[in-house]
């Protein structure tokens, strides 16, 4: 399971996404691929006018997954000469295994479909399970062999790069890799991935690992972390 992310990748345009489906449609012979989308700034956008309207987290949950639905859309029609189609969140997982042994490459929508009934966040009401959960949820329930993040960054660092700029950014520490467990002892106060799936991998019975990479500099990164080479960042199960 490979998630393209909405902010740091679909967001870019083409000059971010092109050289990416590009390194894709070369792996895809190779390897089973299902693509899913996050949602990026379009998503966030909509989220803050729903607080603002004092909408119910199970509301904005709703709302948020219709910008990953386009995400998905787009990415179906670049694809859609190499086997790309896109699939939803109902009868169509049960094809997955059809769709891949006839050389598509089936794109779906990283929000859960858990819609009005999320779970309350613990502070405020932002859905708590977005795209990253979504795709680590869906990977763990079909035995996915591996889950990639596709980010902007080479991997977790223990504050946000894009926060910090000259010397102080040489001073960031960088974790090649770490247990999900540490990572909760260590509460950062700003993760690359969503939160809960901290949780969610200690307690996973499939997935035992995934990785974060930079796709957005090393395209290249996709083929080797599918080969499963350490590219990125690694959190593991412990």
């Known amino acids: 399971v ?62 948020g997954d219709k910008v990953s639905w386009q995400n998905a859309e787009m990415l179906s029609v670049l694809l859609a000469k190499h086997g790309g189609v896109k699939i939803g969140h109902g009868d169509n997982l049960e094809q997955l295994t059809m769709f891949c042994r006839l050389g598509y490459m089936p794109i779906t929508y990283g929000i859960p479909p858990y819609g009005f009934f999320e779970h309350p966040a613990e502070q405020g009401s932002i859905p708590p399970h977005r795209t990253d959960c979504g795709a680590f949820l869906l990977a763990e329930n079909i035995g996915a062999r591996s889950l990639i993040f596709l980010k902007d960054e080479k991997g977790l660092y223990d504050q946000d790069p894009k926060k910090i700029s000259g010397p ?22 700003d993760l690359i991935i969503e939160r809960p799936i901290l949780t969610l991998l200690q307690r996973a019975k499939c997935l035992k690992e995934l990785q974060i990479i930079n796709a957005l500099r090393h395209p290249e990164h996709i083929s080797a972390a599918l080969e499963g080479e350490h590219v990125g960042t690694i959190i593991y199960k412990e």
């Not at 040489?170 to 106060?189: C, G, M, T, V, W």
């Open 168 to 189: 102080e950014r040489d001073k960031l520490k960088y974790f090649s890799r770490i247990s999900a467990r540490e990572l909760i002892e260590l509460d950062l106060d």
């Open 2 to 63: 490979i998630k393209i992310g909405g902010q740091s990748i679909m967001d870019r345009g083409a000059k971010a996404l092109l050289p990416i489906l590009e390194a894709l449609i070369e792996a895809k012979d190779k390897h089973k691929i299902l693509l899913m989308t996050g949602g990026g700034t379009r998503a966030r956008h909509v989220y803050n006018i729903g607080v603002d309207l004092g909408m119910p987290t199970g509301v904005l949950s709703k709302l």
